[in-house]
């Protein structure tokens, strides 16, 4: 049984940093693009991040240039580097991926969300 896992989460003032982690588990043949995504009280989940098998990322504008997403094959592990944090970047960050669990299809995987609360 897959899981995706997310980890990093917490309180921290506005301009300060936090490294979010997704670590895939169980049986997997192979991971395509894995992303972050997030959602605010009220608002709707919203894409903040996406990288590819090949490393070809992509941000939301709202998110350029303060944020880093990046991943580690081998651990089947992606993060979110988030700098330069704001009060509106206050969600619950949840990641995804779509992956190879049967050896014959790929589907979309979802993590369980982590907190994440900037204080201005």
């Known amino acids: 049984q897959v899981q995706l896992v997310e980890s990093g989460g917490g309180w921290v003032q506005a301009g300060g940093s936090l490294r979010l982690s997704c670590a895939a588990s169980g049986t997997i043949f192979s991971i395509r693009s894995m992303r972050w995504y997030r959602q605010a009280p009220g608002k709707q989940r919203e894409l903040v991040a996406t990288i590819t098998d090949h490393g070809t990322t992509n941000y939301a504008e709202s998110v350029k240039g303060r944020f880093t997403i990046s991943r580690d094959n081998a651990k089947n592990t992606v993060y979110l580097q988030m700098n330069t944090l704001k009060s509106e970047d206050t969600a619950v960050y949840y990641c995804?991926?779509?992956?190879?669990?049967?050896?014959?299809?790929?589907?979309?995987?979802w993590g369980q969300g982590t907190q994440v609360t900037v204080s201005s």
């Open positions: 995804n991926a779509d992956l190879n669990a049967s050896g014959s299809y790929y589907a979309r995987y």
